[in-house]
């Protein structure tokens, strides 16, 4: 499936993927499905998490005008990948996604994650020990992870409709519907916050 999906990169730029987040290692885990390099956006990652990271990051500011153009940079370069939600989530539910990623391609390709495990979640709520998380995760006797690439959704407003961030909030809702039906999962109205 992974091929499929990323056949070809829109002209002059790269494929903007976006995933629901459950570990620190969902970007890793695109690229694994991908076979080739992405960049991945963050916000509060700890500098050890990025220096052991094997991809590419990049860390955003939550100022969304230099946000949005961290960004717009990154993909007129290559792919990215972007988590929305803001934080992983151990449950069954996708919190409601941040509508920036919906401003910055005419298309986005949405990647259902999910992951199994048995004895340690990947996931610390403590911020000083998230750089653990990778390492949690594989300390399970089996831990899993199922990536499915779906169907690109398309973020451009159509003929005649009203663009700006009304719709791209719209976009947003869309994809995290498209994820919770890919997975089961219930979306939710709750935030980050």
């Not at 005419?106 to 653990?132: N, Q």
């Amino acid at each position: 499936q992974a091929a499929a999906s990323s056949a070809s990169s829109p002209a002059g730029g790269g494929r903007l993927y976006v995933c629901n987040h459950r570990t620190l290692l969902d970007p890793i885990t695109v690229a694994a499905g991908l076979n080739k390099p992405v960049t991945a956006v963050t916000y509060s990652v700890s500098p050890v998490s990025e220096l052991i990271a094997p991809i590419r990051t990049a860390r955003l500011t939550r100022d969304r005008n230099e946000d949005r153009r961290r960004m717009e940079e990154l993909l007129a370069h290559g792919d990215l990948v972007v988590c929305p939600e803001g934080t992983t989530c151990r449950e069954p539910y996708l919190l409601r996604f941040s509508a920036l990623f919906a401003e910055l391609a005419g298309e986005v390709t949405p990647v259902a994650l999910e992951t199994r495990v048995d004895m340690f979640y990947g996931t610390s709520t403590m911020p000083s020990a998230k750089w653990m998380d990778p390492f949690y995760f594989m300390m399970n006797s089996r831990p899993e992870y199922r990536i499915e690439f779906l169907g690109r959704v398309v973020t451009a407003p159509a003929e005649g409709e009203v663009g700006g961030h009304g719709h791209s909030i719209q976009v947003a809702n869309r994809v995290q519907r498209v994820l919770a039906e890919a997975l089961q999962f219930k979306p939710t109205e709750l935030t980050r916050k």
